[in-house]
């Protein structure tokens, strides 16, 4: 049975993502529709957006249905997530009203919610997001918490779609840290290793040290798919091998988790691995790889001029995918 909502892939069928990404491909070919004729969605915004914001509202609106963007603290109130809590804080509801309440009025509700950057113990939980899906009789979507599932689909089509081809079996798919000057979210990071095992492709973590490797949770996830789907699943530190023969680049920057809320000795790490950067002389070590990455992104930081102007750069093949895989997502989930 397809779950209520979509937190993440990993709860969602084979089955049920593939139809999700067949469906995002005909409305790709056919971008209207009356699949929300009637119906509305709430976008909770905690954190800044352009892809997401435009994309689920453009989506919105070419099914026939509406969109409210809400971001509470600036144009709606400060929202509690503890439970039990004296609420004399800045919160001014509780998330047990605002779900309940939202879910009077919209048929779908999607929620942005990065973690604090405080106590990764605690942002593990994705309080907001899981408190959304338990207290909304409407559907709840992930817009970006710590992981990135609307995202992983738009990449997976995009990787379909260069490769002529649903089945990615045997590729080989490089998930690269790369450099930014700030501790940034693992959620793509923590997506990209989910959706590419699942797909069944060979994949390689690099990153610079041990410090950098993912939650347990993902490499859980990445260990389980490859049993299930076959492929295989490798961590590397070192830049050569990772890339070579490499079919698919994947970048992203994260911060190291052993660092999370004390962030100032990670800086000093982080700086060292500048030469992470992708680059032309990387890529020329792959397969003829296409490379990617989530935006927004740093030119000249964390790929090169070179690397993002290239006809191998499928980024924004992948950016606009976001558009078609969040309409089929939004018409699979407010089926009456
Ligand atoms: N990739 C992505 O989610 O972009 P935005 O942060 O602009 O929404």
């Not at 992981?147 to 990615?168: K, N, R, S």
Request: hydrophobic share 45%.
């Amino acid at each position: 049975m397809t779950p209520k909502h979509f937190l993440n892939t990993q709860d969602w069928s084979r089955a049920d993502l593939d139809a999700l990404l067949a469906q995002a491909a005909a409305f790709k070919r056919s971008k209207f529709g009356d699949q929300l004729k009637g119906r509305s969605i709430a976008l909770v915004f905690f954190n800044p957006s352009m892809r997401t914001r435009t994309s689920f509202e453009l989506g919105a609106f070419q099914l026939g249905g509406h969109a409210i963007v809400l971001q509470p603290g600036k144009d709606a109130w400060p929202i509690e997530f503890d439970l039990g809590t004296v609420m004399d804080g800045d919160a001014e509801e509780h998330i047990k009203e605002v779900a309940q309440v939202l879910g009077r009025y919209v048929d779908l509700i999607g929620v942005r919610a990065f973690p604090k950057f405080v106590d990764w113990a605690y942002d593990r939980q994705d309080v907001v997001l899981n408190s959304f899906a338990r207290y909304s009789p409407v559907p709840v979507i992930n817009m970006e918490t710590i992981t990135h599932p609307c995202q992983e689909l738009a990449h997976i089509l995009a990787l379909q779609e260069h490769f002529g081809t649903t089945d990615l079996r045997g590729r080989k798919y490089v998930l690269t840290w790369t450099y930014h000057p700030k501790p940034l979210n693992t959620a793509v990071a923590n997506s990209a290793l989910t959706i590419a095992t699942r797909m069944g492709m060979d994949v390689t973590l690099l990153c610079p040290t041990p410090e950098y490797v993912l939650d347990e949770r993902y490499i859980g996830w990445a260990q389980q798919n490859v049993a299930k789907n076959g492929g295989s699943f490798a961590i590397s530190h070192d830049i050569e091998s990772a890339y070579r023969g490499a079919d698919v680049v994947y970048a992203k920057s994260w911060g190291a988790l052993p660092y999370f809320g004390n962030w100032a000795p990670e800086k000093p790490i982080r700086d060292r691995f500048k030469h992470f950067i992708v680059d032309e002389a990387k890529m020329a070590l792959t397969n003829n790889g296409v490379f990617s990455h989530c935006l927004p992104l740093r030119r000249n930081v964390k790929a090169t001029d070179a690397v993002m102007d290239s006809p191998r750069c499928i980024a924004i093949a992948e950016a606009g995918n976001r558009l078609h895989v969040q309409k089929a997502i939004m018409a699979a989930l407010a089926k009456p």
